[in-house]
């Protein structure tokens, strides 16, 4: 257990990190200590893989010290962290699949003999690195040939290399079953009584309080608190994640309008795919909002696009107007009057280079077939008419939309969607990185939507969000669905409490 | 163990042990060592080349600048020699730093400016031709009596064969080659950065210096090609080795080196080279045949390699039961990017 005494093993005082206009790390001051396992938790954007890439070395810290065992340090690069012993393993394993063991685990270190490797030297060499993680595999066989879990533990194995001191473990258990992630918890034990301070990331609450000794919390750039895990509840947890104070919330009363008498438009039963969401049950009624609230990571995108089709699901069926109907593409599902924004407005989204009009007809014209062209007068007063609707700010139609701010972008996505009359509509964080004024006309336009009888599933990080809007809300956590809040049950507090059971 | 990436490789000693036995039985001449000894060295300047381009294939390049680069170093070492008077051997040292200068200038340009190889390599083909044209224009011979002196080297081998000094020549280049991509740090770096470049460079790899040198020694091996050729023929002529570099690949990826880069054998180079040879000298024993069926052999040749490699990286991920690109993978990787 951690000595609070003991003078800590690295810490780093007053990091900033900014990119154009993004704020990245503000004022972060944090410590950690030999045989501790220190877990970094925070939503996306709250600057968990900055700090990471300033501590390894990939980014550049604008102003702040890094003092490793009383000393200053500077990590220009990862050669530097490297030799500083802070080791670090990714997700995606990084490694070369296409070498054996031995050659991964010896790659730039092996031992040699007048310029010449000597692979007997290297192999005992790569046998005693894999012992130290308990891994009993033939050094001389081919990386690929072994389970992403065993190609994890060969990737700590080659971290913890001669002189580790600290690992940072990133997200290590995103792609490992519950044996694998109990026999690397087990080796993280291990490590820890050794002596090595272990920073954990990770999406899964279970495996913070299952593993970690201290828990640091970051939001939006900033240090919101470290604590002993044994003494902060999951609920206080979420609650500092999402920036929420519990005790601050009310039950407030909201006025909801009955939707329970109203027909099904889409119906999942048991919908799941492995290794991506937990089988699901849900009904979208009409002219209903049903929020999807979780944290990151927990499985809300995952639905939404099992739901639209964009995934295909493994398991389950799914019901539209009544009808069981295979809706497994993208392309069945606009033919059934469904509609999908994702959550990534950029990559996915837009085209940047397009005009607003093009990227708004984009839709239409796939509904009519290509070989059908829209005359040019038709497809202005479209445009035109939902620039007006929507108070999308925009000079000329003809401007290219990635010149428009994010709120406008979005709003055009949503008109893009909005001109093929849709029954239901699909939002994966419709207001992500949009600036105020924009952020309440959207939601103000999702209301509307839903007076006019359209059916709308919304995935927001934002439980506030949710709140505003939401005749239910389905609470996800580690991918699957924990509970369904109805109603005058719905606030931020009752939310919360379901994410952190 | 036998470890499944030596399958390849394996494949394509069996089909050259294949190919022999047919001519042993066919061809009473087959038999004495005299076949296999003019199979070293009349394709020697091919082997070499293909060593070179080994490293180039495996680390997940191209290098079509190679054949050019022969017929370049030729000329050059004609000019040096007949027009300037200079001793063969500092000709062939010029030459030689010349090659691997070219060849590294190619890495430069591949490795900090991000340019495909297949485009600055194209560019080097034309370049080292047009700059062969403008030394000399015709077939030139190449006197001088160090030339007859190699020539003369012959170490005579069991039966009516022997070996050559281009071909002891060849051997060398080609232990070196082996050594360097086995034993060397340099060489398991090429491995790394052709298996996953940004794994390799995430691992600590010097990724851009390692491609540098990867050319400059394709650069290097190209010349000392040029050289065996020159000495082989006895003169130099811009018109030279053209097609060369896909003759070198074809050799690389029949050797089992995978285009795509990460997997292969130096060796299976050598044997890749050879084997086009046999299938030369079968056709000219026969007699009947038409040169060109060669190259009909070859190209169905290669295209079976090619088959036979997918298959075999098909059916031993299906065993392991780990391919990575199952199922579950891309669901993996979009979570991951929403998770960014």
Not at chain 1, 222 to 233: D, E, I
Not at chain 1, 258 to 279: I, N, R
Request: glycine letters at 10%.
């Amino acid at each position: 257990m951690t000595d609070v005494n003991q003078p800590p093993l690295l810490s780093i005082e007053h990091i900033n990190k900014r990119f154009p206009g993004v704020r990245a790390l503000n004022d972060v001051s944090l410590t950690f200590h030999s045989g501790e396992v220190h877990a970094l938790l925070g939503e996306n954007g709250a600057g968990k893989s900055t700090l990471i890439k300033v501590l390894t070395g990939i980014y550049a810290k604008d102003s702040g010290d890094i003092t490793l065992e009383g000393r200053k340090v500077h990590i220009k690069n990862s050669q530097d962290a490297q030799n500083s012993g802070i080791r670090t393993v990714y997700q995606e394993i990084n490694l070369i699949p296409t070498m054996t063991v031995a050659e991964n685990l010896t790659l730039l270190d092996q031992p040699r003999r007048f310029g010449m490797i000597r692979w007997r030297s290297a192999h005992s060499q790569a046998r005693e690195m894999l012992a130290r993680v308990g891994l009993d595999i033939d050094p001389n066989s081919l990386l690929v040939s072994h389970s992403i879990a065993v190609q994890q533990m060969v990737a700590i194995a080659r971290a913890l290399g001669s002189k580790a001191r600290l690992l940072i473990l990133d997200e290590p258990t995103a792609s490992l079953d519950s044996d694998e992630i109990a026999r690397l918890f087990g080796l993280m034990r291990q490590l820890k009584a050794q002596g090595m301070a272990i920073i954990f990331v990770t999406h899964f609450l279970d495996q913070v309080y299952a593993i970690s000794d201290t828990i640091s919390v970051l939001r939006n750039g900033s240090h919101v608190g470290t604590f002993k895990t044994r003494a902060l509840s999951q609920t206080e947890l979420v609650g500092h994640m999402l920036g929420k104070d519990l005790d601050m919330l009310q039950h407030e009363q909201r006025d909801i309008t009955e939707t329970e008498e109203k027909p099904v438009v889409l119906s999942l039963s048991q919908v799941g795919k492995t290794g991506m969401l937990k089988p699901v049950d849900l009904n979208l009624r009409q002219g209903e909002i049903v929020g999807l609230a979780g944290l990151l990571g927990s499985g809300r995108t995952e639905l939404c696009e099992l739901a639209y089709g964009a995934a295909r699901s493994d398991q389950g069926s799914k019901t539209w107007l009544g009808q069981s109907l295979p809706i497994n593409t993208p392309k069945q599902a606009i033919e059934q009057g469904m509609a999908y924004c994702p959550e990534d407005r950029k990559h996915r989204g837009i085209i940047a280079e397009l005009s607003v009009r093009e990227n708004l007809i984009l839709a239409l014209q796939s509904s009519r077939g290509w070989w059908s062209r829209i005359p040019m007068a038709e497809q202005q007063a479209v445009v035109s008419e939902f620039i007006e609707r929507l108070s999308i700010k925009t000079s000329d139609m003809e401007k290219p939309i990635g010149e428009l701010s994010g709120g406008n972008q979005q709003k055009v996505i949503l008109a893009r969607w909005l001109v093929t009359n849709p029954k239901l509509l699909i939002l994966d964080e419709p207001t992500r990185g949009i600036d105020v004024g924009a952020h309440h006309d959207i939601l103000n336009i999702i209301r509307e939507l839903c007076e006019e009888g359209m059916s709308l599933l919304v995935a927001s990080s934002e439980v506030e969000e949710i709140v505003a809007f939401a005749h239910r809300v389905v609470v996800l956590r580690d991918r699957g669905k924990v509970s369904e809040i109805v109603g005058n049950q719905i606030s931020q507090k009752s939310i919360i409490q379901a994410i952190a059971q | 163990m036998l470890n499944e990436r030596y399958l390849p490789v394996i494949a394509t000693l069996v089909v050259f042990i294949l190919l022999y036995g047919y001519g042993m039985v066919e061809y009473k001449g087959f038999r004495d060592t005299l076949v296999f000894t003019n199979l070293l060295t009349d394709n020697a300047f091919l082997i070499v080349t293909a060593v070179g381009m080994s490293f180039v294939i495996i680390s997940g390049g191209i290098d079509l600048s190679v054949g050019s680069m022969i017929a370049f170093v030729g000329v050059l070492l004609a000019y040096l020699i007949t027009g300037l008077g200079i001793h063969p051997v500092y000709a062939a040292i010029i030459a030689l730093l010349t090659a691997t200068f070219f060849g590294m200038m190619m890495g430069v340009i591949i490795a900090y400016f991000e340019i495909q190889p297949f485009i600055v390599t194209l560019a080097g083909l034309f370049l080292f031709r047009g700059l062969a044209y403008m030394i000399n224009l015709n077939s030139v011979p190449i006197d001088h009596e160090l030339l007859v002196i190699l020539s003369e080297i012959y170490v005579p081998l069991p039966g009516r064969g022997g070996l050559t000094f281009i071909a002891m020549a060849m051997l060398a280049l080609l232990v070196i080659g082996v050594v360097v991509a086995k034993r060397t740090r340099f060489g398991l770096n090429v491995y790394a950065v052709g298996g996953d470049v940004q794994s390799a460079a995430l691992m600590g790899v010097p990724v851009k210096s390692t491609l540098v040198r990867i050319y400059a020694l394709s650069g290097l091996y190209s010349g000392a090609a040029g050289i065996t050729f020159a000495i082989y023929t006895g003169s130099a002529y811009p018109l030279a080795a053209v097609g060369v570099e896909l003759d070198a690949i074809a050799a690389v990826v029949i050797g089992g080196t995978l285009l795509t880069g990460g997997v292969g054998f130096v060796f299976g180079a050598f044997l890749g080279a050879l084997i086009q040879g046999i299938i030369q000298t079968l056709i000219s024993f026969d007699g009947t045949l038409n040169s060109w069926w060669t190259k009909v052999a070859i190209g169905a040749l290669l295209l079976m390699f090619i088959l036979m490699q997918k298959a075999i990286v098909h059916f031993t991920r299906r065993y392991s039961g780990k391919n990575p690109a199952s199922s579950e993978e891309p669901a993996m990787q979009k979570v991951e990017s929403t998770q960014a």
